[in-house]
């Protein structure tokens, strides 16, 4: 049984940072990517960040040079440091790790961005 928990959203004013942290948990074998992805009501889930299994990392164009995706692989963990936040940024996070041939989603955490 595989389990990924999100942590670490809540209120942030425009500008200001905040950092996300997702653990994965159970039987997993190996180092598998990982990602960040983001969903607002009466959207599509949309792409933050994602990390490989080797540390490649690729991002959303809008996140470039803001948020910042790392991973310790030792203990299947994966961060979101997210700068310069701006209140477009509000959304529920989902952490996703692509395990084998099946996705594994965390249940999300809520940022917001407001003053």
């Known amino acids: 049984q595989v389990q990924v928990v999100e942590s670490g959203g809540g209120l942030v004013q425009p500008g200001g940072s905040l950092g996300l942290s997702c653990a994965a948990s159970?039987?997993?074998?190996?180092?598998?990517?990982m990602g960040w992805y983001r969903q607002t009501p009466g959207k599509q889930r949309e792409l933050v960040a994602r990390?490989?299994?080797?540390?490649?990392?690729n991002y959303a164009d809008s996140m470039k040079g803001r948020f910042t995706i790392s991973r310790d692989s030792a203990k299947n963990t994966v961060y979101l440091q997210m700068n310069s936040l701006k209140p477009e940024d509000t959304s529920v996070y989902y952490c996703?790790?692509?395990?084998?041939?099946?996705?594994?989603w965390g249940n999300g955490t809520q940022v917001t961005v407001s003053s």
């Open positions: 159970g039987s997993i074998v190996g180092v598998w990517p």
């Open positions: 990390i490989t299994g080797g540390g490649m990392t």
């Open positions: 996703k790790l692509e395990y084998r041939v099946l996705d594994y």
